[in-house]
């Protein structure tokens, strides 16, 4: 189907879910697309099953909050941020709810994250201005970026450059195996005081 206006204006409601008793704040799709996971700011993570259009399963991280939940390359693995007690990143087992990892670096509230789409690397951003490279196999930042305003980060469909956008007016292109050299392109955009770039 090709989703042209006229079909884009076609499409209508089919199912409303209020399994969240406050805002939510990200969904993720899986990577076979059967299921999502929504974020809330009631602390909940709730996995629907996409073929049956219902939800599967309710978690909760009542301590630490969630924010910016992202699968990973297993069906049944996401990180997401914390929004609570710290701004650690927390690598969660949805099969038994138990956490594999934490991923502590970040001091201010993590605003962009992303998953490489060919491996276990993923990037975060975060209010302090840092941009940092993470390992799902280790709990050590594999790469820090420091920068001159709040990120948004996010990788190629190759996995082999990211970019950061950088207070809604600029973006920086990395190559992943020569981030430290600094962007090999930069583009600095009219800044619109009406919007700002997201996740």
């Known amino acids: 189907m090709k989703l042209t206006d006229n079909v884009l204006r076609s499409f209508r409601v089919a199912k409303v879910f209020r399994e969240n008793t406050d805002k939510i704040n990200c969904f993720d799709f899986s990577s076979n697309g059967e299921t999502i996971i929504s974020s ?3 602390d ?3 996995l629907y099953d996409c073929q049956e259009g219902k939800p599967k399963r309710t ?3 009542k301590k630490y909050g969630v924010d910016l939940i992202r699968y990973t390359h297993a069906a049944n693995t996401v990180v997401y941020s914390s929004n609570k007690i710290d701004d650690t990143i927390r690598y969660l087992s949805l099969h038994d709810n138990k956490y594999i990892r934490y991923f502590s670096g970040h001091n201010k509230r993590v605003t962009s994250l992303s998953m490489s789409p060919v491996d276990d690397t993923f990037i975060s951003g975060s209010l302090d201005k840092t941009i940092r490279l993470w390992d799902l196999r280790s709990p050590n930042c594999q790469g820090l970026m420091h920068l001159q305003g709040k990120p ?3 990788f190629d469909p190759r996995g082999l450059i ?3 956008g950088i207070n809604s ?3 920086k292109l990395y190559d992943l195996r020569s981030f430290d050299r600094g962007p ?3 583009f600095k955009l009219q800044y619109d005081r009406t919007c700002e770039w997201t996740d």
Do not use: G, H
């Open 40 to 42: 809330s700011d009631d």
């Open 44 to 46: 909940s993570l709730v």
């Open 59 to 61: 978690l909760y991280s």
């Open 152 to 154: 948004v980060c996010s």
């Open 162 to 164: 990211f970019a950061a």
């Open 169 to 171: 007016e600029m973006v």
């Open 184 to 186: 090999f392109a930069t």
